[in-house]
C-alpha cells in the first residue's frame, strides 16, 4: 500500500527551487507594477492635456498596487507547486509581506521617473528572506 502522502524534499533541493521561484516573483512583479505605474503616469499625462474622463491616473496607481501585491503570492504558490513542493504557505506569507514592504519603502522611488527600478538591495533582500522561508514548514496533522 503506497503512502498517501509524499516524503518531504531535503531542505538544498528546496532552497534552490525556492530562490528560482523567489526571484521569478519578484521579477513578475515588478514587471506589473512598472508597466502599470507607466499607464498612471499616461493618465496623468493625458488629464493634465485635457483629455476627457476615462481610466484616471488615482485608478491606475490602485490598479498596479494591488495587481503587484496579488501576483507574488501567486506566483509564489504556483511556482512552489510546479517545482513538486507542498505545504508552501509559511513562504508565500513571508514573500508576500517582504515584497508589499519593499514596494512600500520604494514607490517614491519608481513613481517620480517611469522605468525606475526598486533598489536592488531591496530586490535581493525580498528573494532571500522568501527563500529562507521556505525551509519553514508547517506540521502536518495526524
Not at 11 to 32: D, M
Request: glycine share 10%; proline share 6%.
Amino acid at each position: 500500500m503506497a503512502p498517501s502522502v509524499l516524503a518531504p524534499s531535503p531542505l538544498g533541493p528546496r532552497f534552490l527551487k525556492a530562490l528560482v521561484v523567489s526571484a521569478l516573483g519578484v521579477a513578475a512583479s515588478h514587471l506589473i507594477l512598472s508597466d502599470t505605474l507607466s499607464l498612471s503616469f499616461a493618465g496623468q499625462a493625458a488629464s493634465t492635456l485635457g483629455a476627457g474622463p476615462g481610466y484616471s491616473a488615482d485608478q491606475a496607481f490602485t490598479t498596479a498596487l494591488i495587481n503587484t501585491f496579488l501576483v507574488m503570492p501567486l506566483v509564489l504558490w504556483i511556482g512552489m507547486l510546479v517545482a513538486g513542493e507542498r505545504r508552501v504557505g509559511p513562504m508565500v506569507l513571508v514573500g508576500a509581506v517582504a515584497w508589499i514592504t519593499a514596494v512600500g519603502n520604494g514607490i517614491d522611488l519608481i513613481d517620480d521617473a517611469p522605468g525606475t527600478l526598486l533598489p536592488f538591495r531591496s530586490l535581493a533582500l525580498v528573494v532571500g528572506i522568501t527563500a529562507l522561508a521556505s525551509l519553514v514548514r508547517r506540521k502536518k496533522k495526524d
